[in-house]
């Protein structure tokens, strides 16, 4: 069965530090991985996403994100943190036919300081 | 947001009443998705519907149904609302003609059952 694990539930980090979110999954066949940001209130927004391809992917905001094989992950960096990045992070995985619905990490929560 | 609405976007309603959530997307995508959120627990999948009359159950399906009658709207029923079913509920949808496999998310339901 697939799955998603984020190891880490709650991250604080210095403003204009740099941040990594970690996201392992498991999936039977080729993954279509996906990083969405919630904000307090909100739907989700999506962040990027990979399907194929260069195994770094640029998205939004100043997010990126790196696809490991062998390691089946897909951790979501950004290099300089602001305040307004705080939020709750989600990592999913899909199918590369599209139909069946994604399943979902539990979420990482991410606190920003001054 | 891509043209998604829910409705109500907030609800408090009594131990063993029936309740309906409606999501409406103007996208014309096929897969729509019912997800409930919960501290702890990232979102869950409740049911899913892959086209006018098809649906299927996801990890939490138990109390609740959905329809799907037309192909912009999906409804989720508590039949007997408990309180355990208090969370907030997300429409999404997916498969739009470009064959997108991300989930876009509407704004949420926040259901209280005293």
């Known amino acids: 069965a697939q799955s998603v694990t984020q190891p880490d539930i709650h991250i604080t980090v210095s403003e204009g530090a740099s941040l990594e979110l970690r996201c392992n999954y498991s999936?039977?066949?080729?993954?279509?991985l996906f990083w969405y940001v919630q904000s307090p209130g909100q739907g989700l927004q999506l962040l990027l996403k990979?399907?194929?391809?260069?195994?770094l992917v640029q998205g939004i905001k100043g997010f990126e994100a790196e696809f490991k094989r062998s390691q089946s992950s897909f951790n979501l960096r950004k290099p300089s943190v602001h305040w307004s990045d705080a939020a709750e992070y989600f990592c999913?995985?899909?199918?590369?036919?599209?139909?069946?619905?994604?399943?979902f990490g539990k979420g990482t929560r991410l606190s920003v300081i001054a | 947001d891509a043209g998604i609405t829910q409705s109500p976007r907030h609800k408090v309603t009594e131990t063993g009443t029936p309740v309906t959530l409606r999501c409406h997307q103007t996208?014309?995508?096929?897969?729509m998705y019912w997800y409930r959120q919960d501290p702890g627990h990232g979102l869950r999948l409740i049911h899913y519907?892959?086209?006018?009359?098809?649906?299927d159950k996801g990890e939490v399906s138990d109390g609740y149904s959905v329809s799907r009658s037309k192909t912009e709207d999906f409804l989720l029923t508590l039949e007997s609302a408990t309180s355990s079913q208090t969370s907030v509920y997300f429409c999404?949808?997916?498969?739009?003609?470009?064959?997108?496999?991300?989930?876009?998310f509407g704004q949420g339901t926040r259901l209280t059952v005293v």
């Open positions: 999404a949808i997916s498969g739009g003609e470009r064959g997108n496999t991300e989930a876009f």
């Open positions: 999936y039977g066949a080729t993954p279509y």
């Open positions: 990979y399907f194929s391809g260069d195994t």
């Open positions: 999913a995985v899909g199918s590369y036919s599209g139909n069946t619905p994604l399943v």
């Open positions: 996208e014309n995508h096929r897969y």
């Open positions: 519907s892959y086209g006018v009359k098809d649906t």
